[in-house]
């Protein structure tokens, strides 16, 4: 079993990774330090927000903390 995360915009797919098995959030938060964060900006400019949805590894201080120390 695998699963894929993938980060997009409305111009289309910035980043998409997959992983045996599921995603924990130290994996989640390595995704989005490595492969979203260099490519968004600060707000508010194009590619300023994240979105994401009520899965319990998007809820963490780290993430918090990494998004917020991105600008």
Do not use: W
Request: a negative charge.
């Amino acid at each position: 079993r695998y699963s894929l995360v993938a980060a997009i915009t409305t111009e289309g797919y910035i980043a998409a990774h997959a992983v045996e098995g599921s995603f924990d959030s130290q994996s989640f938060n390595e995704f989005i330090a490595t492969k979203v964060l260099p490519y968004m900006n600060p707000f508010p400019a194009e590619r300023s927000v994240l979105v994401l949805d009520n899965c319990h590894i998007h809820h963490n201080e780290e993430l918090y903390d990494l998004v917020h120390d991105a600008g």
